[in-house]
């Protein structure tokens, strides 16, 4: 087994490292300054600066992996930007973590990147020159509209939002929760998954439309908060649908597909947060280490206190075991296909914030009272983390999968011997 990252691996890695050393990390605190004065909802100069130049480098959209093997997809349109297959881009993804606001300056953030990816697969020649085309360019935002607050959505097939069809249209009533980035001004289009039936197969009642954010009957009704973060300019909001008329022309592959949709959609995206909670985990190790090695208790340095010797071993060893996993999911995704690595996408995604929120802890212990404060990004990061145990699927589904996956190895098995 040969763990040595290939020529082109590398390169990519390391050009992004380096854009992010050289443009990014520098106007960190500039970011900072304009995300909090003035008006909470709005267009940070800093990263369109910054996303022009990633452009111009030809550091951009490199989340869509190659097409070869792909369904659905209509080869007439072509795809703007560096398609790196998912085990280079887990590499990038890492680098693009350690700063939160990175990954939108290579036009690599969430939900943007499942939605383009969903519009590349699924959509017609008119959809993607409206919509994808946009979002391939920079220049618009996107949300995604699935949970909702009435139900369990853990489950998917209780999503009630109703499409009814009234002649070229879809009548939509509803309401959703956890739609991230509608906050934003240029958030012009959602992909919103509905039913466009009540009856029949739990799986095919489903469809998604294709949601023009700006439609009459689309309502913002309030925007969230995690732990009291806003995460403004993106955010997350409650968006109500009373009435909303969308063309039929919009809905994705056909009415009773959206399952499906969600399926290949959520597949990519969870292992796409859980390459970039490596990057969070290195952060934060980094500074905890830092802050060991600066400070002194009980007339010796922090650091060389067992405990936190202990504290960092474990870190480190928790790091190197989840990237090992996480790049093992990436591969066979290129290898296999989606499908075929679902398991693995489902351990790293229960494991990779797992992993984190413990070395955030741990780095927040070790600032003190700074750890809990804003003077640091530790208190932060950890909110941002903890809803990744829930966000695309809580982790008591994916273990239930994993768990069903174990069972399914020995289901023939017979106990030859009663228990002693």
């Not at 443009?23 to 300054?33: C, D, G, S």
């Not at 509803?174 to 739609?179: E, F, N, V």
């Not at 952060?283 to 802050?291: D, F, G, P, V, Y």
């Amino acid at each position: 087994m040969d763990f040595t990252l290939t020529e082109r691996e590398t390169w990519f890695r390391d050009r992004v490292k380096a854009f992010i050393d050289a443009e990014i990390r520098p106007r960190h605190a500039e970011y900072q300054q304009q995300a909090h004065e003035g008006e909470r909802w709005k267009v940070l100069p800093v990263i369109e600066e910054v996303k022009a130049k990633a452009k111009a480098a030809g550091l951009w959209n490199f989340f869509m992996p190659p097409r070869s093997g792909r369904a659905h997809v209509d080869d007439s349109f072509e795809f703007q930007g560096t398609q790196l297959s998912n085990l280079e881009y887990a590499l990038c993804a890492e680098e693009m973590g350690k700063i939160g606001w990175a990954s939108e300056c290579f036009n690599c953030s969430a939900p943007d990147t499942g939605n383009m990816e969903v519009f590349e697969r699924y959509g017609t020649a008119n959809q993607k020159e409206r919509w994808l085309r946009p979002l391939m360019n920079g220049e618009i935002r996107s949300a995604f509209l699935m949970t909702e607050p009435q139900v369990a959505s853990s489950d998917a097939t209780n999503i009630q939002t109703a499409m009814v069809r009234d002649g070229d249209h879809y009548v939509v009533n509803g309401r959703k929760w956890w739609s991230s980035g509608v906050g934003d001004p240029r958030c012009k289009v959602a992909i919103l998954m509905g039913k466009t039936s009540f009856e029949g197969s739990r799986h095919q009642q489903q469809s998604m439309l294709i949601l023009d954010m700006d439609t009459p009957g689309v309502t913002i009704d309030r925007m969230l908060s995690v732990y009291g973060y806003d995460h403004a300019p993106h955010g997350h909001g409650e968006v109500s649908l009373v009435d909303v008329r969308v063309p039929v022309e919009n809905v994705l592959l056909g009415e009773g597909r959206g399952f499906e949709i969600a399926q290949g959609r959520l597949g990519p995206g969870r292992i796409h947060h859980c390459m970039r909670t490596i990057g969070v985990a290195e952060t934060a190790i980094e500074s905890m280490a830092k802050r060991l090695l600066s400070r002194v208790a009980f007339g010796k340095r922090i650091a060389d206190h067992s405990v936190w010797e202990q504290r960092i071993a474990k870190a480190r060893i928790d790091i190197e075991m989840t990237r090992l996993l996480c790049l093992k999911a990436a591969d066979m995704m290129d290898k296999a296909g989606n499908k075929a690595a679902q398991l693995e996408i489902a351990m790293i995604k229960v494991a990779a914030p797992t992993m984190a929120l413990q070395i955030l802890d741990d780095a927040i212990q070790a600032h003190g009272g700074g750890g809990v404060s804003g003077d640091f990004d530790l208190a932060h990061d950890w909110a941002a983390m903890r809803t990744l145990r829930f966000a695309d699927g809580p982790d008591e589904v994916h273990n239930r999968s994993i768990a069903r996956a174990e069972f399914g190895k020995h289901a023939d098995w017979k106990a030859e011997v009663a228990p002693r």
